[in-house]
């Protein structure tokens, strides 16, 4: 079975619709799969629920799906270099289910492993548990948190091999690992296309077996979310 793609658009060709859910890799800008979400936006599809750590910046990453109004809500941890996202959400025009970073970890994760729910302490007393099952253990309250199983999953890996073997790249690593193996569908982005064999296997990250499509973007654009830089002498 070939799973590579000619480039972002004909990997999404067939899979993504309006309405679907649609988890995205990344945290901040480090590790998104920036070709997958432009060809994303280009699609037109619209309605949309992306899982994703945070929603991108104006005009980069998940901001461009927000600036063509195609996402209509959000589960994400963290939202606070979006202007755009701002604005939306405290105008009622974007939905968003806050949700703690951890939980948003685990909640993926549990997809993937075929698990619906789990227990946690994180949010207890708070607005995170508003509306959900709290169930005492040994003493303690916890909240009980669905899992997440997205139609389509958006990931960025370093290198994979012919057959969806994947290897990230340090912390860029971060959520993609998770929502691949979440996604009932995983369109994996990256930067290098080597032959079955060429990865050691204790260099593999993600086993081919949770990728569906490829697609190569050897020259990513990287941007750095904040640029530091110490005073001048």
């Known amino acids: 079975m070939n799973k590579i793609f000619a480039g972002a658009s004909e990997a999404l060709a067939g899979v993504v619709k309006d309405g679907q859910t649609i988890a995205v890799g990344g945290f901040g800008l480090c590790g998104i799969p920036e070709a997958l979400i432009a060809a994303l936006r280009d699609s037109g599809v619209k309605g949309l629920t992306c899982i994703s750590n945070n929603a991108g910046v104006d005009g980069f990453g998940l901001g461009l799906l927000l600036e063509t109004r195609q996402i209509k809500k959000m589960i994400s941890s963290y939202v606070?270099?979006?202007?755009?996202?701002?604005?939306?959400?405290?105008?009622?025009?974007?939905?968003?289910?806050?949700?703690?970073?951890?939980?948003?970890?685990?909640?993926?994760?549990?997809?993937?492993?075929?698990?619906?729910?789990?227990?946690?302490?994180?949010?207890?007393?708070?607005?995170?548990?508003?509306?959900?099952?709290?169930?005492?253990?040994?003493?303690?309250?916890?909240?009980?948190?669905?899992?997440?199983?997205?139609?389509?999953?958006?990931?960025k890996a370093q290198v994979a091999d012919k057959s969806g073997n994947?290897?990230?790249?340090?912390?860029?690593?971060?959520?993609?690992?998770?929502?691949?193996?979440?996604?009932?569908?995983?369109?994996?982005?990256?930067?290098?296309?080597?032959?079955?064999?060429?990865?050691a296997p204790d260099d593999i990250h993600l086993p081919g077996i949770y990728v569906h499509r490829i697609v190569l973007n050897a020259t990513p654009e990287k941007r750095i979310e904040k640029r530091t830089i110490r005073a001048a002498n």
């Open 80 to 155: 606070g270099e979006n202007k755009e996202f701002e604005r939306q959400y405290l105008a009622g025009e974007l939905e968003l289910e806050f949700t703690p970073q951890g939980t948003l970890a685990e909640k993926l994760r549990a997809g993937g492993a075929g698990i619906p729910a789990f227990f946690t302490k994180t949010g207890v007393g708070t607005l995170v548990a508003e509306g959900k099952e709290l169930r005492e253990f040994d003493g303690e309250t916890y909240v009980m948190e669905r899992s997440l199983v997205p139609d389509v999953a958006l990931v």
């Open 166 to 199: 994947l290897r990230f790249n340090l912390t860029a690593r971060n959520f993609n690992p998770a929502a691949a193996t979440a996604g009932k569908i995983c369109i994996v982005e990256v930067e290098e296309i080597v032959e079955v064999g060429e990865l």
